[in-house]
């Protein structure tokens, strides 16, 4: 395969990638069908905006952000039906329930270990430590602007975070399971080691204070935009949203075969941090995962981290029967 | 025990007639290119066929399967495909309300044993009087107010949060009940599990059959 080049990297030599905006599929379909899947994503992000930004206080709350968010996931599921993406990455019963296991841990276990040891706890003893106040100024802006700042900070230290993880190998044992999808699906984020879906969830906003409103509004982003990134739906989104936004192609050539193309588009939701640091990669990618495409059972992706880190070490620092150290490399496929 | 009287929790077993006249030779060549898959590897024998799966792909057809046996019985009014089919992922499934449910008393236990202390219900108490009076000296931008957003919700005044205990304490709610984190989320998955085992048994079933069917017709 020859690959394209982008930058100083060729994208697409050891497994297909479509690179360019002018090379990616669009809706097929009627006027009607077109017209929806065009419209239907600015549609949302501006009707929420305006819902949260309107909404009166006693119903711009974080219950009614909970309910919004799942009836909106289920939506996004049924659109999964109607207009895929790829037919190869059609939702299986088997797959459903392996995407809402790590779901399910997530709203429950994690949780419950979070509120322990997450980065709320962290950002507190901080404050506490240092005898620090919250940033206060950060009420005094505009709503929007603090929403902004919010969903841009957040996904700013998570693009750090996701790109150390591409580049270091303790890191990327805990990431490397949420390699392992085949496919795109709408729950698919969540699946990972438990570790990766610990350390990618850490921020700092705990430091700063904001208006509830603004904080409702970032999450209304985060969900109008950072949903779409593992779902198996063709968009036509418009020009303006690829340039400023992560969207499900970019996050499929992240989730390619391809070496150098996994390591591309690392941001959740604001690509264009992407494009400051010279990731990011417009295109798409149908084939997706690791050896090859092999799937990681739910066992494996449980332990990966473990058992390969124990494997990595035994190999740095253990010593064969002649007693000769042994220097050689990490045994997991590299990503990183 | 017998496991016969629970092992339908992960087994799917069935029989589905061949087309007139087929032999067992000419069905397994049909249903032969099921088992080329990845990390697939199957015995034929003249009339069974055995097969063992691992790190199926979604894209498998018969991704839910870890292992199983195809048996062909000819009989004089025609021959008949008889399957018994292993799944982790329904036996997973089965038990996955299981595993929610002791997370949510987990939830639960968590809060009984990490009831937070007399000082500790002061000092959150201290901390939220700190909290509203920072909110309350919050005020909206000015492009906010002339956009029409509405103002940040003033803390309650002493008068009102009285008011609210006495109509919390009428319906019966209980303070303490707040406490520690919530099992309610747990709950509800071990519900969505129990529906999704039912589903799947159900569904998983029918689209065998129907694709073995369909493979043995060679449409």
Partial sequence: ??????????????????????????????????????????????????FWYYAPDSIAKASTAIMLGVGFRLFLLALEWVNPRYDSWKLTWKELVTDLFFVGLGYTILRLVDGYIGDGVMVEAVQNSFDWDKFAWFTGLPLLFQAFLISFIFDF?????????????????????HHYITQLNINKGAVGNPVELFLIGLGIGGFFDFLPRA???????????????????????????????????????????????????YSGTWIIIDRMFGTCVDGEA??????????????????????????????RFGRDRYGKGLMDGPTAEPAE | MNLRFI?????????????????????????????????THHVRNSDTLTFEKSNQAPQDKMSIFDGGELRIEQAPSGGVLRYDLTSKILLFCFLAPFLFLSFGQLAVAVGVIDKPTAEEKAEAKKKEAEEEKRAAERKLHPIDQFLGAPEPEKPKTEAEKKKEEAEAKAKGEDEEEDEGPSPTPAYVFAGIFAALYLVGRVLEDRLVKRLFARRLQGT
Avoid at chain 1, 14 to 22: L, R
Avoid at chain 1, 254 to 264: E, K, L
Avoid at chain 1, 288 to 299: A, F, N, S, V
């Fill in chain 1, 157 to 177: 230290g998570q693009y750090w975070m996701h790109r150390g993880m591409h580049n270091w190998h303790p890191l990327w044992l805990t990431h490397a399971p």
């Fill in chain 2, 7 to 39: 092992d339908w929790i992960w087994h799917i077993r069935g029989s589905v007639p061949l087309a007139a006249g087929q032999s067992s030779e000419q069905a397994f060549e049909r249903l032969e290119p099921l088992f080329r898959e990845r990390d």
């Fill in chain 1, 215 to 265: 904080a409702l509004l970032a999450g209304a982003l985060g969900l109008a935009v950072g949903s779409y990134q593992h779902i198996n739906v063709r968009f036509n989104s418009p020009r303006w949203w690829r340039f400023l936004f992560n969207t499900t192609e970019h996050h499929s050539v992240h989730h390619s075969r391809d070496f150098q193309g996994s390591r591309s588009n």
């Fill in chain 1, 286 to 315: 149908e084939l997706l995962g690791m050896e090859g495409g092999r799937r990681m059972t739910i066992r494996e992706t449980l332990v990966y981290p473990f058992t390969e880190g124990w494997k990595t070490f035994k190999e």
């Fill in chain 1, 1 to 50: 395969m020859d690959g394209v080049r982008v930058g100083n990297r060729i994208i697409g030599a050891d497994s297909p990638v479509t690179v360019g905006w002018e090379n990616i599929g669009r809706v097929q379909g009627g006027p009607v069908k077109q017209a929806f899947f065009t419209w239907f994503q600015p549609t949302v992000l501006f009707a929420l905006i305006a």
